[in-house]
């Protein structure tokens, strides 16, 4: 009975501290993202990997770039989203960087896109992580 107690006790601590240690669910994804807009002078001149660190309770699920003929700054935006609809899906929270300007080729993420069907999948955030932010924009 005594070894039956103590099982059930290291039990229902592990299970306490796995409950406690789990990340909170975000009930509202624009306040969510806002704060990101909010706080902004943390990433701006900053690589977009210290914005994806931070971001712990929600990760993007979609990506979409605006991609330009202009070699000096082809790759000038890319729009985000939390949510697995279609990216060009109207009332959806969209978080919209604007990178500074490189010379990088954009032929990655446009094959990318394509591929994965603008899903933000490892390889979109390997081509994004070295990227600058310039700006961040929050909407809806």
Same mark, same amino acid.
């Given at each position: 009975?005594?070894?039956?107690?103590?099982?059930?006790?290291?039990?229902?601590? @592990?299970?306490?501290? &796995?409950? !406690?240690?789990?990340? /909170?669910?975000? %009930? +509202?994804?624009?306040?969510?993202?806002?704060?990101?807009?909010?706080?902004?002078?943390?990433?701006?001149?900053?690589?977009?990997?210290?914005? @994806?660190?931070?971001? &712990?309770? !929600?990760?993007?699920? /979609?990506?979409? %770039? +605006?991609?330009?003929?202009?070699?000096?700054?082809?790759?000038?935006?890319?729009?985000?989203?939390?949510?697995?609809?279609?990216?060009?899906?109207?009332?959806?929270?969209?978080?919209?960087?604007?990178? /500074?300007?490189?010379?990088?080729?954009?032929?990655?993420?446009?094959?990318?896109?394509?591929?994965?069907?603008?899903?933000?999948?490892?390889?979109?955030?390997?081509?994004?992580?070295?990227?600058?932010?310039?700006?961040?924009?929050?909407?809806?």
């Amino acid at each position: 009975m005594k070894i039956l107690l103590n099982i059930f006790g290291v039990t229902f601590f @592990l299970f306490l501290n &796995t409950a !406690l240690n789990a990340q /909170k669910l975000v %009930s +509202d994804t624009l306040a969510y993202a806002k704060k990101f807009e909010t706080n902004k002078q943390k990433y701006i001149g900053k690589p977009f990997s210290l914005l @994806l660190k931070d971001m &712990t309770q !929600l990760q993007f699920k /979609k990506a979409k %770039s +605006d991609i330009k003929e202009d070699q000096e700054n082809a790759l000038p935006s890319t729009i985000f989203r939390f949510s697995d609809k279609e990216v060009n899906s109207p009332n959806e929270v969209s978080f919209v960087i604007k990178w /500074k300007a490189d010379t990088a080729p954009v032929t990655p993420i446009e094959f990318f896109e394509q591929e994965h069907n603008y899903r933000f999948t490892l390889n979109e955030r390997n081509f994004f992580e070295k990227k600058i932010i310039k700006d961040i924009a929050v909407y809806k």
